[in-house]
């Protein structure tokens, strides 16, 4: 069976209703009647949520999930990292795990430093303060390297995003083959 990971910006499509809407839609139909397996990564939870807010327990974003259609699908673990992942919906990593992350974070984002108080410092941050513009900016970051390591770490298939900085950072080193990254709309077609 194909396996797509989802990206936030796919939850965020069908809770703003994007034009990516229908596409998302159909992937979790297709997931409910079995025919493809379908996840997210549950490093979403700890990105800044629609009014600016950060959720206090998973359970909220399993909520916001089920609010939107998305109850059946997987949540993959990522990394845990302290602050930011939640209890129990995380992993503790190796050093190659660690190394791998660090590695998709500086493709991702190549003028920035997967290290919070290199970032924090290099920006005039706090680094005891993950709640500062610098510090948002960053874990968004973060949870977008998280959300492809998991991807990878799973052994998935496609992950599904409309971001375009994936396709772009990511294939232009030959991190992974092109194919691999998919619009809403490319994942449906390969259904």
């Known amino acids: 069976m194909t396996s797509f990971t989802l990206d936030m910006n796919c939850l965020i499509a069908i ?12 992937l979790i139909e297709q997931a409910n009647a079995g025919n493809i397996d379908l996840a997210m990564v549950a490093s979403g939870a700890s990105e800044r949520q629609p009014g600016g807010g950060y959720l206090h327990t998973i359970s909220d974003f399993e909520a916001r999930m089920t609010a939107l259609g998305f109850q059946s699908i997987e949540l993959l673990k990522p990394i845990g990292k302290l602050d930011i992942s939640f209890w129990g919906h995380a992993i503790y ?14 493709a991702l984002f190549p003028q920035h430093s997967a ?30 390297a998280q959300a492809f390591w998991a991807h990878l770490y799973y052994v998935r298939d496609h992950f599904v995003t409309s971001d375009d900085n994936f396709r772009r950072k990511l294939v232009l080193i030959g991190m992974i083959p092109a194919d691999s990254i998919l619009t809403p709309r490319q994942a449906v077609g390969k259904i």
């Open 93 to 106: 990593p190796s050093d190659e795990m660690l190394a791998r992350e660090t590695s998709i974070f500086e």
């Open 15 to 26: 809770e703003n209703d994007e034009p990516e809407k229908a596409d998302v839609l159909a």
């Open 115 to 144: 290290s919070w108080p290199q970032y924090a410092a290099a920006n005039g941050a706090d680094a005891n303060d993950l709640s500062s513009v610098a510090g948002r900016r960053w874990k968004n970051m973060l949870c977008d």
